[in-house]
């Protein structure tokens, strides 16, 4: 079936460093990517979205793009935050069935001042 | 502020007593969703519902019930609780039932078996 592997946490920053979340996909067909970051204490909110190949999601300065010969969507942004600090879910959904959204285990960032 | 609203935010609770995890959306979104949030297992879908009416089965249903009588609730129903349904539940709601659309999230419950 679909999944999501992303890489294990926790990951530790400086600010302003370069921030790389991996994350690859199995899937039968042609899925929706997406990036939810959870604060602590909240639920998880929606980051970004890729809906079809080499599309890329962007917002608040995070980047992604969907690679479908890598079959990858790896998280990225140029210059982290201490605000920035939360857990981040890669996940995936397919065309019709909106009701499998599979997410990956979470990846813990960490970002000192 | 329009969103999702659950309740309690957080619950210890006896083992083999019945609880019932609170969630409403004012979004007027059609589809709905129970996760588990596990440490190492991220999110696993529990149930979901398409539109007011219909429920389905997700990864980990067993031990779980839930309702859809209209648009803005759906409730969760541990009928016996047992230690192992420990964790953090979160409801969340869609506009529609296409993969493009992501998902609303509440703040989630904190359910502690004991």
């Known amino acids: 079936g679909d999944s999501v592997t992303q890489m294990e946490g926790p990951v530790t920053l400086s600010e302003e460093a370069f921030l790389t979340i991996n994350c690859t996909y199995t899937?039968?067909?042609?899925?929706?990517l997406f990036w939810y970051v959870q604060y602590p204490g909240e639920g998880l909110q929606l980051l970004l979205k890729a809906t079809k190949a080499d599309d890329k999601g962007s917002n608040k300065g995070f980047e992604a793009t969907y690679r479908k010969e890598t079959t990858s969507f790896h998280l990225e942004k140029g210059s982290v935050q201490v605000s920035d600090s939360a857990v981040y879910f890669c996940?995936?959904?397919?065309?019709?069935?909106?009701?499998?959204?599979?997410f990956g285990a979470g990846t813990r960032l960490t970002v000192k001042p | 502020i329009a969103g999702i609203t659950q309740a309690p935010t957080s619950q210890i609770l006896a083992a083999g007593r019945r609880m019932t995890l609170r969630c409403t959306q004012d979004m007027r979104h059609n589809a709905m969703y129970w996760y588990r949030q596990d440490l190492g297992l991220g999110l696993r879908l529990i149930h979901y519902?398409?539109?007011?009416?219909?429920?389905g089965k997700g990864e980990v249903p067993d031990g779980y019930s839930v309702s859809r009588a209209n648009t803005d609730d759906f409730p969760l129903t541990l009928a016996s609780a047992v230690p192992s349904q420990t964790s953090v539940y979160f409801c969340a709601s869609s506009e529609h039932r296409e993969a493009n659309y992501g998902y609303t999230f509440g703040s989630g419950t904190r359910l502690t078996v004991v």
């Open positions: 996940a995936l959904t397919e065309l019709g069935n909106n009701n499998d959204m599979r």
């Open positions: 899937a039968t067909g042609y899925p929706s």
């Open positions: 519902s398409n539109t007011a009416g219909t429920t």
